[in-house]
Nanobody, 123 residues
Framework: QVQLVESGGGLVQAGGSLRLSCAAS????????MGWFRQAPGKEREFVGG????????YYPDSVKGRFTISRDNAKNTVYLQMNSLKPEDTAVYYC????????????????WGQGTQVTVSS
């Protein structure tokens, strides 16, 4: 049974930083491109970062480029999202997921979603 467990969310002031972790089990982690998404109330799920199987290629939307960094440790079956210079508009539930085909930027291309971790950025 595939399980993804996110952690590291919390309340932070604008300009602060958080590091999210996603621990995977039940799948051959190193064979999956991994992504991070977020969803704010009333909004669609949004791609915020993706990383190739070996970690050499990363992808970000313009909204977080230069502020967020995705990384992975295949020996620990874990993917990370370092978030710096946080803004109130970054407030959302953050999810990790395993890519199964299609566009890296589309949530429909992913399976094996975690339960999410709440990030709240106060102004």
């Amino acid at each position: 049974q595939v399980q993804l467990v996110e952690s590291g969310g919390g309340l932070v002031q604008a300009g602060g930083s958080l590091r999210l972790s996603c621990a995977a089990s039940g799948l051959i982690f190193s064979t999956y491109f991994m992504g991070w998404f977020r969803q704010a109330p009333g909004k669609e799920r949004e791609f915020v970062g993706g990383i190739s199987r070996g970690g050499s290629n990363t992808y970000y939307p313009d909204s977080v480029k230069g502020r967020f960094t995705i990384s992975r440790d295949n020996a620990k079956n874990t993917v990370y999202l370092q978030m710096n210079s946080l803004k109130p508009e970054d407030t959302a539930v953050y999810y990790c997921a395993g890519h199964i085909g299609g566009s890296y930027y589309s949530s429909g291309s992913y399976a094996y979603w975690g339960q999410g971790t709440q990030v709240t950025v106060s102004s």
